[in-house]
């Protein structure tokens, strides 16, 4: 376990999949990426439970009026978790 933290830790490109918005600066400075963490620590229903999860999130915030969400922005990224979960079952 430890090698498999070194190893994401001393990374420097990200595997991240959806594209870093105006609000996702944050995930730039990130040692662990949530995503990369979940990628090697869950099990397959486990992570397909997580990409659910992203999908209905950010298909319920599209709509919101709040500075920083919802919008197209929300829509891709919504578009981003979906082709992960298409990926993993078209692998599995």
């Known amino acids: 376990m430890d090698e498999l933290i070194a190893s994401m830790v ?17 995930y730039g400075e990130m040692t ?5 963490v979940a990628r090697h620590w869950l099990v397959n229903d486990q992570l397909e439970g997580a ?25 891709l990224k919504m578009r981003d978790y979906l082709n992960l979960l298409i990926e993993m079952k078209d692998e599995g």
């Open 10 to 26: 001393n990374r420097k490109e990200r595997d991240r999949p959806v594209e870093d918005g105006p609000n996702n600066s944050h």
């Open 32 to 36: 662990l990426e949530p995503l990369d």
């Open 51 to 75: 990409y659910l999860f992203q999908i209905i999130k950010y298909l319920g915030r599209y709509r919101m009026k709040v500075p920083g969400k919802g919008g197209m922005t929300d829509l």
